[in-house]
């Protein structure tokens, strides 16, 4: 593993269900970022949480809600989805301040049917 | 807007021979730059980066090269192996506070054995 660690691997779920996605990271970071990531298209930041404090949220549907109860952990939790909300959910984690890129999770692979 | 784009989506390369992936960036202000390979079922992982202070740096069989003046990066993989084969993107990032990565579609490598 990455030292960003993600549960589960896939998610399939229908859109009347609630499902959340966690993501957990072990390397002493103090800022984590929830992506989507969709075929042929570049990653989309939805979410930053620098210092436990969310900083930004690109216009993402309320359906997904995120949550971040330490600098270690990161909650991604889902409703109502729609199909097209299917993609990569991708967790990474940075050091605020310091440019030396993001580790990311090995995501999860979401299928709402 | 800014953005990161790519030159080619798909690059096939023969075993062996030296890889090279294009990528054009927009925003002047940014001063880190990041490659990261993408295998199938991964998240991105890091592979080099290099600031906006450099030409060029070089990791294992990765060299990327930094034009400022035509905002060009590249990525040069020598002596290209089997497990080569993934989706490379480029990324950019600027300094300070949290750090916000812009990402690029990807670049296809497939290895020809």
């Known amino acids: 593993e990455t030292g960003v660690t993600q549960t589960p691997r896939h998610l399939v779920m229908g859109m009347t269900n609630k499902k959340s996605l966690k993501c957990e990271q072990h390397l002493g970071h103090n800022a984590m970022y929830w992506y989507k990531q969709s075929a042929k298209k570049p990653l989309e930041l939805m979410f930053v949480y620098s210092l436990e404090e969310r900083v930004e949220n690109n216009s993402v549907p309320s359906r997904f809600s995120p949550e971040c109860p330490n600098s270690s952990h990161l909650f991604l939790h889902l409703h109502t989805l729609q199909p097209e909300d299917s993609a990569l959910y991708l967790c990474?984690?940075?050091?605020?301040?310091?440019?030396?890129?993001?580790?990311f999770g090995s995501g999860t692979r979401l299928t709402v049917v | 807007g800014e953005s990161v784009g790519l030159h080619l989506p798909t690059l096939s390369v023969q075993e062996g021979d030296n890889s090279i992936i294009n990528c054009a960036y927009s925003n002047s202000a940014s001063d880190y730059f990041i490659w990261y390979k993408q295998e199938s079922g991964k998240g991105p992982q890091f592979i080099i980066d290099i600031r906006s202070n450099m030409d060029k740096r070089q990791g294992q069989r990765v060299t990327v090269l930094l034009n400022k003046t035509v905002k060009h990066l590249s990525l040069q993989i020598a002596a290209t192996q089997p497990g080569d084969s993934a989706v490379y993107f480029c990324a950019e990032s600027d300094s300070g506070g949290y750090q916000k990565v812009t990402f690029g579609t990807g670049t296809k490598l497939q290895v020809i054995p």
């Open positions: 990474a984690s940075s050091q605020e301040r310091q440019n030396y890129g993001y580790t």
